[in-house]
């Protein structure tokens, strides 16, 4: 599906919007002082920006104020992926600039908390900046030296933010998992990484209940035998357990941060990416990497600065939490929100924005989705005068997400439809504040980011279906996978199909206008007659229909050299698939997109498998129909329900025989 030759956008920014934002500001200087164009907009800016790959690293680096503590001696010593390596001989430190609004803001809050009892609590920057100071303090009291890694079994609350901070500032490596995930999907991690100090809490509170995790607490002490210090939050109020430290006491002195000075490629944190067919890989960035990316997406494309309130709705074990971490290196207070997305009821997260003040509102596609499903009004029912962007990623956002948020809050709110991957910790396309946005798609590649389409003979291509790709080193790509010793798993994972080039796993068109669509895993790309279309543009046209709650399409080659493609739909409540649904569903496929694509079954589930980070589960479930085993087939710790996948481990085993 390639986009249409100049349609209307449905969103403009006014020329003061586009004369105030900070990618304008920087445009200018950036001219002014490396040679980038003064004309032409973010169009010219992003041409430089690929074209002259290191003046635009190092130009950004100097706009941003980065403290290089010692020289770097070039920008990019060796431009080759796998391996590109950055500001060498360079050193600094990611928490200290997190910090700096300490200085000169000491009492505006740097941290909003809220959860479901809808208390809201601030966190100053001084009190942050003492909080970090006394806890890294305590960390190489406990003898963390640079390069242990430290870990967070943590939701999204204050005490999260002020241990990755203050692992950063000693020079830790941090990686953390949400409490919602259960021990064995814990372990599947952090037993790779092998944590010397373990951050915990008692339990959390999600969906108006109690969570209690000792239990599972005491089964992660005793499976991580590297442990030198387990640190206990006690969200619900219970002691800590035998042997353990507890936040208080770790967080009581008054110090002043030491922060170390450390090379640019030092590790900062590990990743995992969702584990759905084996071990989830550990995926290793780096500080200075993060730090420069991160002042880019936010400062730049994002439009955040002081006066900013940043809310994405996250968890600890998704990329985004560490992203709005990030919000802190612009001197923004960032918005934590610790609980059920949809609690008490589906509008929640627009009465957080409200009661926090939020500017810039950020979360999930599928949310989106789900409020526009349920009849929910955010602007008519809350106080969003304050919101001018609302962002979603995690799954490309239907039109009618895009026409929805219009519909909802008018005309001047810019809708930022973002992409990227937990593997860079940032987005390949996202939101540009200077630029129009267009139903259904990106707004453009982003800075430094030299995205491109192309097609199975490794040629650009636009306005046409291809691989994501990007053909030049990015600072956030990772320096390695952990335990990857010859780099084989890296390698095979983005450069086996291109060398030398970052193949993403992603379907995109790129138009002639420069924004981007994206279309879904180009690894459960529908590929019918040659014809080959995302399964996203599948689920955009069906979920349109009101007794469609979520759908799973999946396309399977057969070994007779036929093609199955089954529709599992989620139904809503009081829909029936009777033939008229039925038939409906294959209309609307073959009248909106093709009728190639229409599905050769609908059959009704009780609900879509996820990831524990919410993207539905197309490949382990195309290799369960396939009729690979369940236990190869997927990592059952890397569900939501794993319980859903029997249905179809079963179905697989019916077709195969």
Known sequence: ????????????????????????RFQAWAAEHHGAPADGGYPALHQWSVRELETFWRALAEWSGVRFSTPYETVLADPAMPGASWFPGGSLNYAEHALRAADERPDAPALLCVDETTEQKAVSWAELR??????????????????????????????????????????????????????RSVLDRFQQVEPVILFTVDGYRYG?????????VAELRRELPTLRAVIHI?????????????????????VEPHFEQLPFDHPLWVLYSSGTTGLPKAIVQSQGGILLEHLKQLALHCDLGPD?????????????WNFLVSGLLTGTTIVLYDGSPGYPEIGAQWGIAERTGATFFGTSAAYVMACSKADVHPARDHDLSRVSCIATTGSPLPPDGFRWIRDEFGHDIWIASVSGGTDVCSCFAGAVPTLPVYVGEIQAPCLGTDLQSWDPHGKPQIDEVGELVVTQPMPSMPLRFWNDPDGSRYHDNYFDMFPGVWRHGDWIT???????????????????QGVRMGSADIYEAVERLPEIRESLVIGLEEANGGYWMPLFVHLSDGAALDDSLRDRIKRTIREQLSP??????????????????????????KRLLQGTPLAKAVNPGSVDDPELLAFYAELGRARNG
């Not at 830790?172 to 995930?181: E, H, I, K, L």
């Not at 006690?234 to 008054?254: I, N, Q």
């Not at 599905?599 to 996820?610: F, N, R, T």
């Open 208 to 216: 108006g209940k109690e969570h209690r995790r000792t239990d599972t």
């Open 234 to 254: 006690p969200l619900l109020g219970t002691p800590a357990p035998d042997g353990a430290l507890t936040w208080s006491d770790v967080t009581a002195a008054t």
């Open 1 to 24: 599906m390639t986009s249409t030759a100049h349609p209307e956008p449905l969103w403009q920014p006014d020329p003061q919007r586009i004369a105030t934002a900070r990618i304008t």
């Open 130 to 183: 003492r909080q970090v100071g006394a806890l890294a303090a305590e960390l190489r009291a406990l003898g963390v030296r640079p390069g242990d890694r430290i870990s967070g079994y943590l939701p999204n609350i204050p005490e999260a933010v002020v241990a990755l901070l203050a692992s950063a500032a000693v020079g830790g490596v941090w990686t953390s998992c949400a409490p919602d995930f259960g021990a």
């Open 510 to 528: 790129l138009t002639d206008r420069g924004s981007v669509i994206i279309h879904g895993r180009s690894d459960s790309t529908l590929n019918r």
């Open 308 to 320: 900013d309130r940043f809310f994405w709705y996250t968890s600890t074990g998704w990329m985004m």
């Open 596 to 621: 190639r694509h229409v599905p050769d079954e609908i059959i009704q589930i009780p609900a879509v498998p996820h990831t524990l980070t919410g993207k539905r589960l197309e490949v382990p479930v």
